[in-house]
């Protein structure tokens, strides 16, 4: 892709996409510029991976041939006030959580094209999760050419409106909860007596492992946890104790816990 990108908002989620899109070659460092209102920060993520530092939304905006929205959501709406007349005829993706097309649609002009997509943090590695609002008006050869871009980020989905949220709160929040996990089972494995740093590596790629052979083999989980469990073996009895102590119930909630709270 040769076109120039600008990022609005420089937080988290958008590192991740521009560290993904540089460190996998799929964007020079030239290519891509953001803006975000605090200055210090964004000169010092620019320094770190190359990319341009704008100093106003204008610049941004006119400098790049397709934006991305990265701001909080609650932002959204001040933002688009003074970029709508910057975004007509252009081409914009939204990243802010709950501003689906039906919401962004009063607030741009038009002619702007445009589409929300919900990325996640592994994105910076190329094993992320992207996903894309079926409902957008972008033109048909520039969809294309930004779902293939995205794609060299992880795997690329579209989802009808009704489902985005639910996505999002899987593939959004739930690397969070698999940290909270990968955690936990290195202070197991520090407590008896692995170093640090190797009971990081090895429970990292365990579960990298484990989700790696599920989606290669497109097996149920159960069917691949029945697997381990040897009857009267260790692993059964570790089970036994997660479901115990409420494993399944506890990821249940906590998708609830998002489901049911406000966007921010």
Known sequence: MEKTISFIGMGNMALAMARGFIRLGRL???????????????????SA???TA??????????????ILCCKPYQVEAVLKDAAPLLKGKPLLCVAAGWNYERLTPLLLPDTRFQFIMPNTPAMTGEGVLL???????????RREIMELF?????????????MEIGMAVTGCGPAFVDLMLEAFADAAVKYGLPRPLAYELTSQMVLGSARLQ???GRHPGQLK???????????????????????AACLEAIDAVMKGPVK
């Open 49 to 51: 991976i190359g990319f």
């Open 28 to 46: 020079t460092p030239t290519q891509i510029c953001a803006y975000a209102p605090n200055q210090d920060k964004l000169q010092k993520n620019a």
């Open 54 to 67: 704008c100093q106003s939304l204008d610049r941004a905006l006119t400098s790049s041939d397709l934006s």
């Open 226 to 248: 029945d697997e381990v469990c040897s009857p009267g073996g260790t692993t059964i009895l570790g089970v036994d104790a997660l479901e115990k102590a409420g494993l399944r």
């Open 151 to 163: 794609g060299s980020l992880g795997m690329v989905r579209e989802l009808p409106s009704s489902l």
């Open 132 to 142: 894309f609002e079926e409902r957008h008006s972008l033109a048909e050869e520039e």
């Open 215 to 217: 989606l290669s083999t």
